[in-house]
């Protein structure tokens, strides 16, 4: 499995635009880029999923640049409820095993 | 919105009892993972399932776990003799197709193993 780095923390302020990046260079072909948020005690949950360009959701962007070895979440305009750990997975498509690093942890501010 | 639900929410053992974790995963869901995470450390995986058989499991899920599907609605995570380090949160999710985009996770069950 492709190894990812993102930043282990970072802050920002009620109504910004929050961009997290998550490096993996070693990506292969037929892998995806999946990203999942987890609140303080509660399960992870889906955020958005891509392989290459741009995807937009209702909840944020995730910007793939062609040579894919790295993937940028982008949160709009975030509020104190978007306070989370966000993980960035890179795995094949067809494999239904989540492995989580250690995720980056969003603090948002008001 | 369909959600997954797990009980006990909270559940204290001994050492070397065995627990029984259940959840109830989405209804038409046909894929079904235990995960775990120690406090303040990483998601684990530790095992799926699908089709009444086990997909695939980590070197964590040893011989001590076991997983069940006792009837159409329930999931079971059985630990058979429970050890300090099982300590933590389990979770369960389910999902309606393999891949990493579609897992639901439930509430999750905090054990503490004194």
Not at chain 1, 52 to 81: H, M, Q, Y
Not at chain 1, 100 to 109: I, P, W
Not at chain 2, 7 to 30: A, D, F, K, W, Y
Not at chain 2, 96 to 108: D, K, N, S, V
Request: glycine share 6%; charged share 20%.
């Amino acid at each position: 499995l492709a190894k990812t780095t993102q930043p282990i923390s970072m802050d920002s302020y009620e109504g910004q635009e929050v961009n997290i990046t998550c490096s993996h260079n070693n990506i292969a072909t037929n892998d995806y880029i999946t990203w999942y948020q987890q609140f303080p005690s509660q399960g992870p949950r889906f955020i958005i999923q891509g392989y290459k360009t741009k995807v937009t959701n209702e909840v944020a962007s995730l910007f793939i640049p062609a040579d894919r070895k790295s993937s940028t979440l982008s949160l709009p305009r975030v509020s104190l409820s978007d306070t989370a750990v966000y993980y960035c997975l890179v795995a094949p498509g067809d494999t239904d095993k989540l492995i989580f690093g250690t995720g980056t942890r969003l603090q948002v501010f008001p | 919105e369909p959600e997954v639900t797990q009980t006990p929410s909270h559940q204290v053992t001994q050492m070397g009892q065995e627990v029984i974790l259940r959840c109830v995963p989405i209804s038409n869901h046909l894929y079904f993972y235990w995960y775990r995470q120690i406090l303040g450390q990483k998601v684990e995986f530790l095992v799926s399932f699908y089709n009444n058989e086990i997909s695939e499991k980590s070197e964590i899920f040893d011989d001590q776990f076991s997983v069940e599907r006792p009837d159409g609605s329930n999931f079971t995570l059985k630990i058979r003799s429970t050890k300090l380090e099982d300590s933590a949160m389990y979770f369960c999710a389910s999902s309606a197709l393999a891949g990493q985009e579609t897992q639901y996770f439930g509430p999750g069950t905090r054990l503490l193993v004194l």
